[in-house]
């Protein structure tokens, strides 16, 4: 698999982008590097920033067969997946051995972000989760996800993007409680890191903090100093208000450097999604195929 660049074309920024401004404006191209089928010729997946990408089940958007994914717009080619569809069945031995997600789906000409999240079926729990690890209810009941077990999925199946463990927690929890999660995103974020995978090139830092400002933007500026190619922008979606959901978003993008990628999870549905998020995210993950379509074709 080859490198992740991406290219910003334009930029704006009402203060000149330094730190605490309010959010910039940008433009750019994210490339995705992957290997195509058997032959292992390398190729490259082009997509221009900021875009939509589809949630999916197991690699696959939900209620849209593989034969109709063509009909999207070639720079919405981008899915995004959970570890924990494939944590039981196929084992990380066996993703690996077929060549990783892309291979398996028989998919090279799609890019694929892994992320620790899926608000249908996994879905975080924040009282279950400990400094060790994360708590997940899934369809086989709850698990705690150590940065171990975790890595060894991200290495079995080869995503051009990835995550690493984030502590979410709902809008309700405490301050105290918020500061925690920080801790403990930025401890796992380390760790995941210092386990060198092979992809460690292609690798997303969590930003939480819940509605915290002041812990969102420690968030921010601790992942900002580290080795990452870009950032998620998690815990939304979890009971903040829009008014809260914008506020985060403007202090958090002022922060994060200009010339990385950054993507939002848990936002709902497109017209759920602030202003900020369209004009300084890169990829926002929705999971509305059919509104999904009409914005973007």
Known sequence: MTTTRFVVKACNSG???????????????????????ASEMATEIEMESPCLLLASRKGLPHF????????????????????????????????????????MLSMPEYGFIA???????????AEGGNKFGASFETPSGRRMVKPAQYMESISALKPNLWSSLPDEVP????????????????????????????????????????????????????????????????????????EQRAALLDAVMGILPE?????????????MIPHQSWKSASVILVRDIQRLISIIC
């Not at 401004?21 to 490339?31: H, K």
């Not at 919405?76 to 494939?86: A, I």
């Not at 990628?261 to 497109?270: D, E, K, M, V």
């Open 115 to 125: 992320i620790p999240r899926d608000s249908v079926t996994c879905i975080s729990d």
């Open 15 to 37: 203060n000149g982008g330094s730190a605490g401004s309010r959010a910039t404006a940008r433009t750019a191209t994210l490339y995705l590097g992957c290997s195509s089928g």
């Open 171 to 242: 809008a309700w929890v405490s301050n105290k409680r918020n500061k925690i999660s920080v801790d403990r995103t930025t401890r796992w974020l380390d760790e995941c890191l210092a386990m060198k995978p092979m992809n460690a090139e292609t690798a997303l830092g969590p930003i939480v903090g819940g509605t915290t400002l002041e812990e969102r933007i420690r968030s921010a500026q601790e992942v900002a100093s580290r080795n990452v190619s870009g950032f998620w922008l998690a815990g939304f979606g979890l009971g903040e208000s829009m």
């Open 259 to 271: 010339d990385k990628p950054r993507g939002i999870s848990g936002l709902g549905l497109p017209e």
């Open 64 to 103: 849209t067969s593989p034969d109709l994914l063509h009909w999207l717009h070639p720079h919405s080619r981008l899915l995004q997946f959970t570890p924990f569809h494939f944590w039981e069945c196929p084992s990380p031995s066996t993703v690996a051995a077929l060549g990783g997600i892309h291979e």
